[in-house]
């Protein structure tokens, strides 16, 4: 199927996916702990069964049976050298179910359930390579299209994108799951997922899982406003419960298809169900949305840029935001010589004082004589994506360093910059195509800057006209008005104030560097300042600066208030409110940390390298290492859990504290041997298992990882445990409490099976349960002590069961 019929098609009329694969597939005879994908090519009939019965209902779409098809989990199996056999055949088996219909095989690409650089382990080329192995064997195959489903994480998300759209040119769908709070596993949000996936090359984005019906409605609402492409969703059958030892959905097939209306006036264009739905369920969507009317894309125009976890839109309507200038070797010694180290703590503090001060992107430039630029950039990307959550600006003369660092960011960057020389336009308008950027755009030429401002709007006219011809709109561009020293030429400024003013007009977003207007005369702050205001009333959009200025702050924000950019003064109030010059004054005044206060602020940023040298630091002063750990080291993982309940930390920032907080215990060990009561152990011991049948566990090793730095001995049996094994080692090891965890809607009930056999074994351990697909409410059905919703919470959880707080 080619791009451009699956648009057509999806303009005309809405199209109806499948429905769960999984549970219909346990109807059909496949028992639990089986690799699916195996026991499917082992057993044809019963999934091309079960396809033609979703086609008889209405589907447009199925799914091929390979949602565990790559590498990562067929290598659970010892399957995972016939990848691409496996992937081929499956392939066919859907293709042989849709023959003589108009029903379209939809190739089926899921996590790998490992996390991605930069969050976790996996490299991120690794992931992408994982990905194209498994796209081989659907190609094979003869798939029409490809799905990326049930994705947890938006940089495993860009992976599978990225190696479709690097393998093949059909259309690929691609749905995240939502928990309750609207938040992907990595703290996604969906107008963030829309926007990256969307510019990376998406044909149609959405959600699958998560909810029900109704919750999925508030999810397409978000990003109906800014979808330049079809939404997708595929909701379960509400949520799960635990009735006579079965797993059941609350949502039978009549009230699950009421919804349906709702969610095309929502924005949904492609409809289906996931976990809990069968064929009846997907019959019922497609009566109740006879009639109904496809809605096209529609977003007005709107320039954003992301982070992993946040939007940040820029236009001459909305507030000037500042990108944080700071992140620059040129005339820093401290910066300049650890990026020839290969240290980064000075680019953390940089980018952690620029967020405390308001930047709202992050310049990053890592260019310097005598050093890998490439691998240097890579590495800075890879730290600032997990320590703060505005989008980043990456600076560069290098396609190749550009290429490079827009490969591994979680997000939509904005590129600075492309000008109008020739190099510069072959090189690197393909690369804001292909990874989606936006791109700060120079009007200059190989003959130089124009002193003109026609001139300059010239250059600009032809960059966007040689964008346009790869797909990418003036509203992906932010043009910098490009001020020149007006001690050399006084008419400077204002050329390039008539360039913003022009931009503005035509719909185009701007920027301007202000170093460069004050150079060579007196007072330079005033001058930058005054033409700061100046450029705002022209509609300026952005400005690269210093946010510890507090004459640009102030400037930036009253002008905003002046030029009706921050409604009824709200922004400008909550910073300046109460605002008393002798205090701002001695904020600005950084005081030299002691050794000691120095490990409590690393642990709280997640500063893993830096923990081990401050910890010696501080020993070789005289702190005792039982000091170390009871006043400052369990205090900030503390805090950190605190920030995180407070929804100011995420996951990224949760794992790294707590790597950090590793890193610390391992060190001090030998300094706290023979010192029970010094050491971070509880002397409660833990067992956790993935329940028998799932194959599942990010989250598990997770809690894992944060039991161990609170103090708990974790005995982690890993995934598909059998529920007698899980038993047998906590009665061995007299461990306290169990921590089951199930992904699966068919192996939850695993978990009171588990809990049974303790019972009769006389065993007087609590239990704790979780994952994706468990509730409080199935938690206390079963007869576990408690239901934890993330990691911090387990952490908690376990603690009260221990009775240790």
């Not at 199925?62 to 399957?79: I, P, Q, S």
């Not at 909701?235 to 419960?241: E, S, V």
């Not at 490990?599 to 010696?616: A, D, R, T, W």
Request: charged share 25%; with cysteine; aromatic share 6%.
């Amino acid at each position: 199927m080619k791009r451009e019929y699956f648009s057509e098609l999806l303009e005309s009329r809405l199209l109806i996916l499948d429905g769960a694969t999984g549970t219909e597939l346990q109807k059909g005879g496949m028992p639990q702990g089986v690799c699916p994908e195996l026991w499917v090519m082992e057993h044809p009939d019963v999934l091309t069964d079960i396809q033609r019965e979703y086609i008889k209902a209405g589907s447009d779409i199925v799914y091929t049976c390979t949602f565990g098809g790559n590498r990562v989990k067929l290598a659970e199996y010892g399957l995972g050298d016939r990848v691409v056999e496996i992937n081929r055949e499956l392939a066919g088996i859907s293709r042989q179910a849709a023959a003589g219909t108009n029903c379209f095989v939809a190739g089926d690409l899921a996590p790998t359930g490992n996390f991605i650089e930069p969050f976790g382990a996996m490299p991120f080329e690794e992931a992408v390579a994982v990905y194209k192995e498994q796209l081989q064997g659907l190609l094979e195959g003869g798939v029409d299209l490809f799905v990326i489903e049930t994705m947890l994480d938006i940089q495993e998300t860009r992976a599978a994108l990225l190696a479709v759209k690097e393998t093949s040119d059909l259309p690929v769908m691609v749905s995240m799951t939502f928990d309750n709070d609207g938040r992907t596993l990595t703290n996604s949000d969906p107008v963030t997922v829309l926007l990256i996936l969307q510019s990376l090359g998406a044909d149609a984005v959405g959600v699958n899982c998560s909810t029900g019906p109704r919750d999925m409605i508030e999810v397409v609402s978000l990003m109906k406003p800014y979808a330049r492409v079809p939404l997708l969703a595929k909701p379960n059958a509400g949520l799960p419960r635990l009735v006579d030892g079965v797993t059941k959905f609350d949502m039978e097939a009549e009230e699950f298809g009421s919804y349906a209306k709702d969610l095309v006036r929502a924005g949904v264009n492609l409809l289906g169900g996931c976990c809990g739905t069968s064929p009846l369920y997907i019959a019922s969507l497609k009566s109740n949305i006879e009639g109904c009317i496809p809605l096209k894309p529609d977003a007005k125009p709107y320039s954003a840029v992301t982070s992993s976890r946040k939007t940040v839109f820029i236009g001459p309507d909305r507030p000037v935001a500042l990108i944080g200038e700071r992140i620059n070797p040129t005339g820093k010694k401290l910066l300049s010589g650890e990026l020839r180290q290969g240290k980064f703590s000075e680019v953390r503090r940089l980018a952690l004082e620029q967020l405390a001060n308001g930047a709202e992107l992050l310049d990053v430039n890592v260019g310097l004589p005598g050093i890998d630029e490439r691998a240097a950039m890579v590495e800075v990307v890879k730290l600032l994506s997990n320590i703060v959550d505005v989008p980043l600006c990456l600076d560069s003369s290098s396609p190749e360093v550009l290429e490079a660092a827009l490969r591994v960011y979680p997000g939509r960057a904005l590129i600075n910059s492309i000008s109008a020389e020739k190099i510069k336009l072959e090189k690197l308008l393909p690369l804001a195509q292909k990874y989606g950027a936006m791109f700060v755009l120079l009007p200059l030429s190989d003959e130089g800057v124009p002193e003109e401002a026609e001139k300059r709007c010239e250059i600009i006219r032809h960059i966007l006209d040689r964008a346009a011809e790869y797909g990418i709109k003036k509203q992906d561009a932010v043009v910098d008005g490009l001020v020149m020293t007006i001690s050399a030429n006084q008419l400077a400024a204002s050329a390039a104030l008539q360039v913003i003013e022009w931009c503005a007009e035509l719909g185009c977003a701007t920027t301007i560097g202000l170093s460069n207007v004050s150079f060579g005369l007196p007072r330079r702050d005033f001058i930058n300042a005054a033409f700061l205001a100046m450029a705002v009333s022209k509609g300026l959009c952005t400005v690269i600066g210093n946010p510890s200025s507090e004459m640009i702050m102030g400037i930036k924000m009253a002008s905003e208030v002046l030029t009706v950019r921050d409604r009824n003064s709200l922004r400008y109030i909550s910073r300046f409110a109460g605002y008393n010059p002798e205090q701002a004054k001695q904020a600005g005044v950084r005081k030299p940390l002691k050794p000691a206060e120095k490990v409590y602020n690393s642990v709280l940023h997640g500063e893993m390298e830096e923990i081990v040298p401050l910890l010696q630091e501080a020993i070789n002063e005289g702190i005792a290492a039982k000091e170390l750990v009871d006043v400052y080291l369990i205090p900030a993982i503390t805090k950190v859990g605190e920030l995180y309940d407070q929804k100011e930390y995420f996951l990224p920032q949760l794992i790294q504290s707590a790597e950090t907080m590793k890193n610390a215990f391992n060190f001090l060990e030998p300094y706290l041997a023979g010192n029970k009561e010094a050491s971070a152990e509880t002397g409660v011991s833990i067992v956790l298992a993935t329940v028998k049948g799932d194959i599942h566990d990010i989250g598990k090793n997770i809690v894992g990882l944060m039991l161990r730095n609170y103090g708990f001995n974790v005995l982690d049996l890993g995934k598909d445990v059998r529920s007698e094994d899980i038993v047998a080692t906590a009665k061995e090891t007299g461990a306290a409490i169990i921590g089951l965890s199930a992904l699966m809607t068919t192996t939850m009930v695993e978990m009171k099976n588990v809990i049974k056999i303790a019972r009769e074994e006389g065993l007087n351990c609590r239990f704790m349960v979780g994952g994706a697909v468990v509730n409080d409410k199935y938690a206390a059905e079963i007869g576990a002590d408690g239901y934890a919703r993330d990691a911090y919470e387990a952490v908690k959880l376990a603690k009260k069961l221990a009775l240790l707080e």
